[in-house]
């Protein structure tokens, strides 16, 4: 009846309006709620690409030469021909610009070449290292063996021009990480002598002859010394002179030598 007169009229009573309201709301909500029923969840997102690598070698190690590429130099140092080891590393260091263990070795050869000044020869393989150490925190990453060297590097290098600050920062640098060198804690004593704190001289002396007496030193080490020859070496060490006054390198030499 009340549909019937608001048809007739041409006007909506207030209950027809309420019931139109009410079929408006209806109309727009079922089709809303069937629509979240059935629309599966959006799919998850995407993880963003990681980011490339940034620095000049691609997978974060240094972009060495191979085996048979090195080799020649390598030999060529281990039998002492300096010259003919620089003449080498100098052309795989232009064949390989990202390669840090390239420039460790051509501090090596510069540093010990005995035909070099003593001072001339520490600069000269002080600019290697530093080039070494660049390309290392580049991102060309150093692996284990050519990183102590480089930094047992800086410290003979250091050691000669008598800076023994700036030597313990690189060797005490290697001890963070290598724990277990009889040469390293040998050259720290050396670096501590150097700027006379006397303690750490004997501290560290000790920490050599204990590390010798149990034969430990890194798997890749070149080179291993007795314990006999680390207390040789400590009578004449240009750096020990106050370390030989005290009285604790005396009971250390009578108690290592008494073992």
Known sequence: MVWHFARHTGRWTRTARAYARAALVLLVAVPALVACKED?????????????????????????????????AQNAFHEKEYARAKELLTALAKRYPNSASVRVWQGD?????????LVEAADQGLVFYKQALELHEQGCGLPDYE?????????????????????????KAAEKEFNNSSGLFYNIARAYCREDNVDQCVAYFEKTLVNAKALKKPDFLRSHYSLA????????????????RDKRYRDLLAKYKGD
Do not use: N
Request: charged letters at 25%; hydrophobic letters at 30%; proline letters at 14%.
């Open 109 to 117: 050869a510069a540093l010990f070449d005995s035909k070099t000044p």
């Open 40 to 72: 599966p969840p959006p799919p998850p997102a995407k993880p963003a690409p990681s980011a490339a690598p940034s620095g000049p070698c691609a997978d974060g190690k240094s972009e060495d030469p191979t085996t048979s590429q090195f080799k020649p």
């Open 147 to 171: 990183r102590y060297y480089m930094r047992m590097g800086f410290g003979y290098a250091y050691l000669r021009k008598k800076q023994g600050k700036q030597a313990l920062l690189h060797l």
């Open 229 to 244: 020859s680390w207390i040789s070496r400590s009578r004449t060490q240009s750096e020990f002179v106050k370390l030989r």
